[in-house]
């Protein structure tokens, strides 16, 4: 197959284009995409203005509607509970459902197409619209991660950088497809996501993992590949968004045109899967020439002893048993139970710096619209502030799970300690939001897009490290529930209350409906200031998680996914064992066949 008429005959046929469809790389390709369409919440700012002016809402009830919405995105229990006992598939078509019948309500109210919702119920709409990406979260997320477990800071690190530039593609994709309204980009949130959920609803899934030989490095090459698509893609956005501000009149056709390229980029990590997978069948039918020694894991033996011995270490079913166990975790790294991980100091400071952290970034992110608004800025440069948190965000993310990874295999550099300096930083953008210097927010929203971006693949990696992968799809949502209070506290109960109250004291004891907004710094100053200090209590907090697992990442976190010691054996020159052998296809798994380094005694003779 070394010419190139031979490798377009095997790249055009069914069979090689089923093995792309099965493919472990596909599974990441169409997570990425599926990670694109789901990252809808975070451009609440850009039809928050309808809400207020259709349905004459003040700051504080749009700051309620923003809890609810992040109150849906990140209690994600529910999917994580479905995800263990469910098919990937189903956990994707309940989140398509979700979304489409959340928004849709939402649009349907904002268009006056059904009467006015009360608050609590126009509440409901969005926060089921926005659990729904709860589902496609999990569904692909938990997927990459167990595919290929000694890479997570890097899975989690790419594919949370693309719901973080999803923001941007949304606003493009809007603007190309509707114009410039607002309404019609909740209808555009409605259906574009459960669309994509169905499309890639069988290829999402999770493949038996190939243990490497000894010596043998991870193949990391094609999520290097995907990282530098993602980056041509956030710099693209950010050419696209700078372009559009510097020009007075950017035509429809210009608009289009830009979403055309941006599709068309977005889709490339298609090629590089193709790629691979082309390669793989190379060397599959080069093995079949040369068949090599297959190495045979002998299984280790049992006899009446071990399995007492084995009963003994069970739990107990009962009540007592199972709260006794509660309070005995395995070793960190270990699979812990939900309730072991949940009792845990461990989790509890995971809790504390979610709430004071990823709370108070997720503040500044929902009101950017109207801080930009009270400082005085145009409508052109707030909607520069949302692209711009949308591309920094997935700044933080991508770069926090490739370097976070990088520095823990080279340096064992632990990532709680990454955290804690992320915490750190973010407390220098709310310093900018509260003192209003001038022209300071477009360095805020900087600031705070990358660290709210950075904390999320770091809190989902030290979960996965910590607690260990078999109730990963459960824990990890369980550590993204905390955000929401902190959310609540600081955004309707502190920010809303501050703005309504600073508005009302302005315009005579009028409430902020409408047009009788908040003008001036000291609009956000007074929370800002608070959240502040509690983001810094929480980089004290995440001190003593730096603390506990110390000695947990000096050491090899993943050794537990490296090969056992093998035995050689000669090698068969069987063409189907061989293919067999080579296969990932989930039939095959079913039916006992083993991967290159586990293939059964009994298929050798």
Not at 105 to 113: F, G, I
Not at 243 to 249: E, G, N, R, S, Y
Not at 276 to 283: F, G, I, K, M, P
Request: overall charge neutral; hydrophobic content about 50%.
């Amino acid at each position: 197959m070394a010419d190139g008429k031979g490798a377009a005959a095997v790249m055009c046929t069914p069979a090689f284009a089923s093995r792309v469809m099965r493919s472990r790389w596909y599974v990441v390709f169409a997570s990425m995409v599926v990670m694109a369409a789901s990252g809808s919440t975070y451009i609440f700012a850009l039809y928050s203005k309808e809400l207020r002016s259709t349905l004459g809402y003040n700051q504080q009830t749009l700051n309620t509607l923003s809890f609810f919405k992040d109150l849906g995105t990140n209690v994600g229990v529910v999917s994580g509970l479905v995800q263990q006992v469910a098919p990937t598939w189903a956990v994707l078509l309940i989140g398509a459902a979700m979304n489409l019948a959340g928004y849709l309500m939402v649009y349907l109210a904002l268009t006056e197409r059904t009467a006015a919702p009360p608050v609590w119920l126009m509440s409901i709409y969005i926060c089921v619209g926005a659990n729904a990406l709860t589902f496609s979260n999990t569904g692909a997320l938990v997927a990459c991660v167990k595919n290929s477990p000694e890479s997570r800071g890097i899975v989690i690190g790419l594919l949370k950088g693309f719901v973080g530039l999803s923001g941007a593609i949304y606003t493009q994709l809007y603007l190309a497809i509707y114009g410039d309204d607002a309404k019609s980009l909740v209808l555009l949130i409605a259906w574009l996501p459960a669309a994509v959920y169905i499309f890639f609803v069988h290829t999402i899934r999770v493949l038996p993992y190939r243990r490497r030989a000894q010596g043998e490095e991870p193949n990391t090459k094609p999520f290097f590949c995907f990282l530098y698509i993602s980056i041509a893609l956030a710099t693209y956005l950010l050419v696209m968004i700078v372009v559009q501000k510097q020009v007075p009149t950017f035509s429809h056709a210009a608009y289009s045109l830009g979403a055309t390229v941006l599709l068309i980029i977005l889709f490339l990590p298609l090629g590089v899967v193709i790629k691979e997978e082309y390669q793989t069948v190379s060397q599959l039918e080069e093995s079949l020439q040369h068949p090599p020694a297959i190495a045979v894991q002998e299984p280790p033996t049992r006899d009446a002893k071990d399995d007492d011995d084995g009963d003994e270490t069970k739990p107990s079913c009962g009540f007592a048993g199972c709260v006794t166990n509660m309070f005995k975790p395995p070793a960190l790294g270990e699979d812990f139970s939900i309730m072991q991980a949940l009792v845990s100091v461990e989790m509890l400071v995971l809790f504390v710096v979610s709430v004071f952290g990823i709370g108070g970034t997720l503040t500044a992110i929902d009101n950017m619209a109207q801080i930009g608004q009270s400082l005085g800025y145009p409508a052109k440069s707030i909607n520069t502030f949302v692209s711009l948190i949308s591309i920094w965000n997935y700044a933080g993310r991508v770069g926090a799970g490739y370097m976070s990874e990088f520095f823990l295999a080279r340096y064992r550099f632990p990532r709680p300690l990454a955290l804690t300096a992320v915490l750190l930083l973010s407390c220098v953008g709310h310093l900018f939001i509260a003192f209003g210097v001038p022209q300071s927010l477009y360095a805020a929203s900087v600031i705070i897009g990358f660290c709210f971006g950075a904390q999320w693949p770091l809190l989902f990696s030290i979960i996965s490290e910590v607690f260990g992968l078999k109730y990963y799809s459960t824990l990890f949502n369980f550590g993204s529930a905390a955000s929401p209070i902190g959310a609540y506290v600081f955004n309707v109960l502190i920010a809303g209350r501050m703005y309504d109250a600073e508005a009302a004291r302005q315009h005579g004891g009028v409430a902020a409906v409408g047009n009788k907004i908040c003008k001036g710094v000291q609009c956000f100053k007074h929370a800002f200031l608070i959240i502040t200090a509690v983001t810094f209590a929480g980089v004290l907090v995440s001190l003593v998680l730096v603390w506990r697992t110390r000695s947990f990442y000096k050491g090899d976190i993943y050794a537990q996914f490296k090969v056992a010691p093998v035995t050689v054996v000669d090698g068969s020159n069987d063409r189907q064992e061989m293919e067999m052998v080579g296969s990932t296809d989930e039939d095959e798994l079913k039916k006992g066949k083993k991967n290159t380094h586990e293939v059964n005694e009994e298929e050798i003779k």
